[in-house]
């Protein structure tokens, strides 16, 4: 029942994840060079994580927070993005038997629309990176005693967002965003929602 979202993890997945990683960080170094023309933003949101599909039928809705590193270096309608976060979510009560954590540690890179400058501000982006999952399941017995089942993988996924930014200030805003995640691994797709919030700098 619970194999549908504990995914298998082997060599092959660390192999994965260490070239996903080094694509990301490769990817952030070429688009912050130590000379920057434009302006760059950084900031932190925490966050809701909703599950959807296979994930959503076990798993309750968990929370978490995540880091920004944003870089319009041509105009300040288009920003290239950097994030990364940490969540978690549990079993669902009506699963008697077991406990299961999930962490979720996604590092994304993406571009950002903004649909305008000042006030409040629209905007929608993409982003895509690498996916890291642990599952650790404690399965619950009164004969047998409790056994634990950790398990690691690192995956590709993407990420489409909308929401809106309110300036506070000249250097500070205030940020609301809605993230679809989807996390492609070797038998399905698994996705969460992110319902975030926080501030960010400019710096």
Known sequence: MLNSIIPYSGIRHKRKGTFLFQATLGLLLFLLPL????????GFQLSSVVPTGEMETYTEVGYGGSVLLNYYPFTSDIEFTFSAGFYRAGLKENLPGYDLDIDLIPATLGIRYNFGDVNLIPFAGAEAGAYYSRYN??????????????TKAWNFGYTLYSGFRMNLSELLDFEVTAKYNTVITPYIGRGYINIMSGLSFRI
């Open 35 to 42: 000379e920057t023309a434009g302006q760059v933003r950084t």
């Open 137 to 150: 399941l404690i399965i619950k017995s009164q004969i047998l005693g409790n056994s634990t089942v950790e």
